[in-house]
């Protein structure tokens, strides 16, 4: 790789031992990759913040960089941990866990990482904009700023978005160059799509299309002429776990669609295929449930706002999480509306979420509204699912 001078410097420990680690995994990568140089981000979100996903070796890894000097030089966030940083007493964590995980959100807050845990980090501004090249980690938040902002990100692995954090600068290869952001075969959807749960299912079933292919092409999508951010929120979590899927284009809701002339190869997307995609989301025998959770991804606050009105002077009878970011958590404190969701018995998870929090063992079957939750409750937790409208699911916690 063609490295500046002041990249060779980091390269060669000028700029300390962690600048020199994670320049070192950057070259690896880009060599891996024919990168013929760097590119500087303007920001970072790392992935890999749960103390259940990163055990001991994971803290070792991140105490040691911190330790040898690593400070950010852009915009970093991190990705949800694996409990509610203030509140994670009442979400039953223990205090061995806490302990770790408190660890881990140190090492890295002392490399001066913004330490707001969640996987929507467009929602609480670390917001870039289009065109801009970052290094985000998050699944579902790379496939959002690829295609719903036209930003330029790869998804990067836990130790690759940090170099980057601490370099400024990553790879030049994959979704940062333009020629690999064409599309490469069109999906026309003819169904309507009223509900999160809707996107979801369409995420699973355009995943899954584009998982046939050995080189999986970008999805161009027609048909869906109109998507809150709720929406795109929920397609991109579903469509980047069942598809792998970091970039599409959708005609009339993301900027680069216009680009592209509809690709020659096509598939029409059904309600049957709908149907069909929410009915293997409920694995759930039957309709009872001992977990509810809605935020996944992190929840807006127009959503929190609607579980307060949903939830005014009734009484829930279920654990019911509501899952989001810190700073989302605190409008909605100033709105009132946390104080309507507690009063009914709901409890706030901010920081965290029902996948990478150590609940598995703890509970049978999840409600939800997020296809991405139900693949991973079902995978890492062992859970029974049952997949329902954003309402729905609210209001299975008052049965
Ligand atoms: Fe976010 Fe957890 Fe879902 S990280 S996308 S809420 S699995």
């Known amino acids: 790789m063609k490295l500046t ?9 000028a700029y300390g031992r962690a600048t020199q680690k994670a320049m070192e995994i950057l070259v690896a990568l880009g060599t891996i990759y024919d990168a013929e140089r760097m590119v500087p981000v303007t920001s970072v979100q790392i992935a890999g913040v749960s103390y259940d996903n990163l055990g001991e070796a994971g803290l070792h890894f991140l105490s040691e960089m911190a330790d040898g000097g690593g400070r950010t030089r852009v915009l970093t966030t991190l990705n949800p941990a694996g409990m509610d940083i203030e509140n994670w007493q009442a979400l039953g964590i223990s205090e061995e866990f806490a302990r770790s ?16 845990c969640s996987c929507t980090p467009y929602l609480i501004g670390n917001s870039p904009h289009f ?14 700023a690829n295609s719903v902002i036209g930003a330029r990100s790869n998804r990067e692995g836990g130790p690759s978005a940090l170099a980057a954090a601490l370099t400024g600068i990553t790879p030049e290869y994959g979704f940062h160059l333009e020629e690999n952001r064409r599309p490469g ?34 999805a161009y999508i027609l048909g869906v002429d109109q998507a809150s951010v709720e929406n795109l929120k929920s397609f991109c979590a579903s469509v980047a776990t069942y598809g792998g899927a970091a970039l599409f284009h959708m005609r009339g809701v993301t900027p680069e669609a ?21 009915a293997a989301l409920t694995s759930a025998e039957s309709d009872e449930a001992d977990f509810v959770s809605l935020g996944c991804p992190h929840l807006t606050l127009n959503e929190i706002a609607r579980i307060a009105e949903l939830l005014k002077g009734r009484t829930v009878t ?20 946390t104080r309507s969701i507690e009063e009914a018995g709901a409890k706030f998870a901010a920081d965290t979420c029902c996948v990478v929090a150590p609940v598995k063992g703890r509970f049978k079957v999840l409600v939800t509204d997020s296809a991405k939750a139900c693949y991973y409750a079902a995978g890492k937790n ?12 609210v209001l299975a916690t008052l049965k």
């Not at 995980?101 to 707001?116: C, E, G, H």
């Not at 065109?131 to 959002?144: K, L, T």
């Open 5 to 13: 001078p002041e990249e060779q410097q980091m390269l060669d420990g």
């Open 101 to 116: 995980q408190m660890l881990v959100i140190d090492a890295f807050a002392r490399m001066n990482v913004v330490t707001t």
């Open 131 to 144: 065109g801009q090249h970052i290094a985000w980690a998050e699944s579902s938040a790379v496939c959002y």
């Open 185 to 218: 075969i069109t999906l026309e959807v003819k169904v309507a799509l009223p509900d999160n749960d809707d996107f979801g299912a369409l995420g699973v079933v355009i995943g899954k299309q584009l998982e046939r292919f050995k080189q999986k092409p970008i």
């Open 258 to 278: 216009d680009r592209y002339a509809p690709p020659d190869e096509h598939i029409t997307i059904t309600q049957a295929d709908l149907d069909a995609a929410k």
């Open 318 to 337: 279920k654990e019911f999480w509501i899952t989001t970011a810190r700073p989302t958590k605190q409008m909605a404190d100033m709105m009132g509306y």
């Open 382 to 393: 062992k859970f029974k699912t049952i997949i329902k409208p954003f309402d729905e699911v």
